[in-house]
């Protein structure tokens, strides 16, 4: 099954994509990032030796992509998210006859996941988060500090202003707000802070053409992409900038994995220590990918892929439910 659909999710229609060679399969839910950002080419494209042994299937999030049309961003909430992924969960659990499925959350994905496998652990079989969400404030301030040192370091006198005139963030907000976030993001990445594969000075570059070379998204998903994902960004980026998982989210239902790439600075490594400390679940294990930045899935595929296959294996040995 190689297929493309839109499906009615909590009176609003969203795009998935589901690939399989066996309908018994495991199923992997990929949960994109942004908020806005689909790249579910990014699994169902670029991983497909993963279908070995696992259903994958790709979402497009309220509001962007081939969600976007219909959504009412003036009630947009981050718990609206979470619910529409609760929703997905169960109609695949339905479709194919399943208990529980896996989870992979990727950045803002991780906000959704996280959220999830502690609102609703009955239909999850596991967590793994990468470029994962752990404290909003903390996580912009380290991010902003970082970068700027690194340019004051490489003697760029302009990235320097430009950064001192963004000022530091409050709460996760640039008080020129989304165009100073992007602003910060593009420099980051300028300095490997996204990923040590990527250094264009916009945070969009490395990413656009291997989206479009997948042939993933059709011109209507480009078209909601292009609308959405900034009114997405604008909607719950507040909810990200005031998030707090070392103190709201230590107890979990699930095992639960942490993925995080050494030299990520877009959600910082640093913050993460912390926060595991505390984490209690059945399982948990937090492994770090020396050679990734944000998305350690593409920067380190093979060690991460094998790392996966580990856990969801596991899961699969121990859980006597239908996965």
Excluded at 10 to 35: A, Q, R, S, Y
Excluded at 224 to 243: D, K, S
Excluded at 271 to 288: C, M, R, T, V
Aim: net charge negative; aromatic share 10%.
């Amino acid at each position: 099954m190689d297929k493309v659909t839109k499906i009615k999710i909590n009176d609003h229609m969203m795009k998935i994509h589901i690939i399989t060679e066996n309908e018994e399969n495991p199923v992997i839910l990929f949960i994109h990032g942004g908020p806005g950002g689909i790249n579910r080419h990014d699994v169902m494209h670029n991983h497909l030796d993963l279908l070995d042994r696992f259903t994958l299937v790709g979402w497009d999030q309220r509001g962007t992509g081939g969600s976007y049309t219909g959504t009412d961003f003036s009630t947009m909430t981050a718990q609206q998210i979470v619910d529409d992924a609760e929703a997905l969960i169960e109609w695949l659990c339905k479709r194919f006859h399943k208990d529980k499925i896996f989870i992979l959350c990727l950045s803002w994905g991780s906000y959704v996941g996280t959220v999830l496998a502690a609102q609703h652990p009955e239909h999850v079989a596991a967590y793994i988060g990468y470029g994962q969400l752990v404290h909003g404030h903390r996580n912009e301030v380290e991010s902003y500090r970082w970068v700027l040192e690194q340019a004051k370091k490489a003697g760029n006198e302009e990235d320097v202003k430009t950064l001192e005139a963004l000022g530091e963030p409050v709460n996760g907000m640039y008080l020129g707000g989304p165009d100073a976030l992007h602003t910060q993001r593009g420099l980051l990445n300028k300095y490997g802070g996204v990923s040590p594969r990527l250094h264009g000075d916009k945070y969009m570059d490395g990413r656009i053409g291997p989206m479009k070379a997948s042939g993933e998204y059709t011109r209507l998903d480009w078209k909601g992409y292009r609308q959405g994902a900034e009114q997405c960004l604008i909607a719950l980026w507040p909810t990200v900038g005031m998030l707090d998982f070392i103190t709201d989210h230590t107890k979990f239902e699930v095992p639960f994995y942490i993925f995080q790439g050494h030299q990520d600075w877009n959600t910082p490594w640093t913050l993460l220590s912390d926060w595991f400390g505390k984490i209690e679940a059945p399982d948990k294990d937090l492994i770090f990918f020396e050679n990734s930045g944000h998305n350690p899935m593409s920067d380190e595929p093979e060690a991460f892929k094998k790392a996966m296959r580990e856990k969801f294996e596991a899961v699969m040995k121990k859980d006597k439910s239908r996965i």
